[in-house]
Each structure stands twice: as C-alpha cells, then as structure tokens.
C-alpha cells in the first residue's frame, strides 16, 4: 500500500543507494569464494572471474568499482590485465588491488609502473582486506565527483559562452544597421540614429548630442 504525505498525496519511495561493485580476479576457486564471502559480509556487490581474458571480456559491459586482481595466474598475469585495463579509457580510473603471496620490492615496482593503487598479501586478513577496499572505493567515489563536477563546469562554460556570443551577435548587429544609417542619411544626428536602433550603452544619449 502507498503511503500517504500530510496532504494526503502519495510519497516517493525512498531512495535506493547502490552498493559499491567489486570484481575479484584470482584462478584458485577457494581463493574466490573466500574473498566473495568477506566482501560480501560488509555489504559489497562482488563478482568473480578465474582468469584474466575472463575479467576482460567481463569489463567490456559491466561496470565496477574495485578490482582485487591475483598476480600469479595462467596464460595472462596480473600485471598484463591490469596495463590493458588502464589502457582503456572506459576502465583505466578503476583502482587495482593486486594480490600476491610474494611481495619484493621489485614486485612492488612493477605492479605501480603499470597502474597498481595498491597490495594484499596473501593469506588475506580479513580486517586488512575490507579497510584497504574500502580505502580505493573512496577514491573511485572522489574520482567519480570530480568528473561529474569538471563535466558540470564544461556545460556551464559553453552555456555561457553561447549566451556571451549570441549578446555580441545582436549588440554588432545593431551598431552595423546604426552605422549603415548614417552612411545612408549623413544628415542625420547620431543621437536620432541611436534611438532609432537602441543599442545598449549610447541609447540613453541627451537629445541634440553626438555619440561619438
């Protein structure tokens, strides 16, 4: 039944906030499950790939917000996945979390020089896992703000630009027609001129004194 406001109107339903999307990438089965139920346990939508191909293929129509991304896995490693994921620009702001049982600094280096937001060793801590994921969704969701808020400035620029460029189109247009006028009747003070095509700034002009 709907609910019914003061007046007796009908009130919206409320609003649904979305749940923050995570896609884990990882070809160990026990490995999947166990990273989907912790996430899951916080309120997170998560979705699991077993391969790299897999999780492109994936993210050629399915938005997310944070990738958790195994290094060491067949036919296309971690590292691999995550430079094409950031070599397209539909997918390249999405923050990347690599997982790895092994963590040189050489590694380290290597995951960062392709586009890497951060590391998760292997065995997981749970408590490490949700903090460090919740961590990367702020910056998707700082990230995604600032998009929307250059993208808000762009029209607001270009609205205002064309109103700037239709005012000067209109202002020139009369300043030609008064300029022609006098051409046509040079007899003809400007002042008369100005009233007879009001332009902004010279059409307040005293009756018998030149616009100059």
Not at 71 to 96: A, F, N
Not at 148 to 163: A, D, F, K
Not at 178 to 198: F, G
């Amino acid at each position: 039944m709907d609910k019914l406001g003061p007046t007796g109107s009908k009130q919206p339903p409320p609003a649904v906030e979305s749940r923050p999307r995570v896609l884990v990438v990882d070809d160990r089965r026990e490995s999947l499950h166990l990273l989907q139920a912790v996430l899951r346990s916080a309120g997170i939508e998560c979705f699991a790939c077993r391969d790299g191909q897999s999780a492109l293929d994936f993210l050629t129509d399915r938005a997310v917000d944070v990738i958790l991304l195994d290094v060491m896995m067949p036919q296309i490693d971690g590292y691999e996945v995550c430079r094409r994921i950031k070599s397209d620009e539909r997918t390249r702001d999405i923050p990347i979390l690599f997982l790895a049982a092994k963590l040189e600094t050489e590694d380290k280096l290597k995951g960062f020089a392709v586009g890497g937001h951060d590391y998760l060793s292997k065995p997981i801590n749970h408590q490490e896992l949700l903090a460090r994921t919740h961590a990367a969704l702020r910056v998707k969701q700082l990230q995604d703000q600032l998009k929307e808020q250059i993208q808000l400035q762009q029209r607001i620029n270009q609205l205002h630009q064309g109103m700037l460029s239709e005012h000067w189109q209109k202002l020139s247009g009369n300043w030609r027609r008064a300029w022609l006028t006098r051409l046509t009747i040079p007899s003809l003070p400007l002042s008369e001129m100005c009233r007879s095509w009001p332009c902004r700034g010279i059409s307040r002009a005293k009756p018998g004194n030149d616009c100059k």
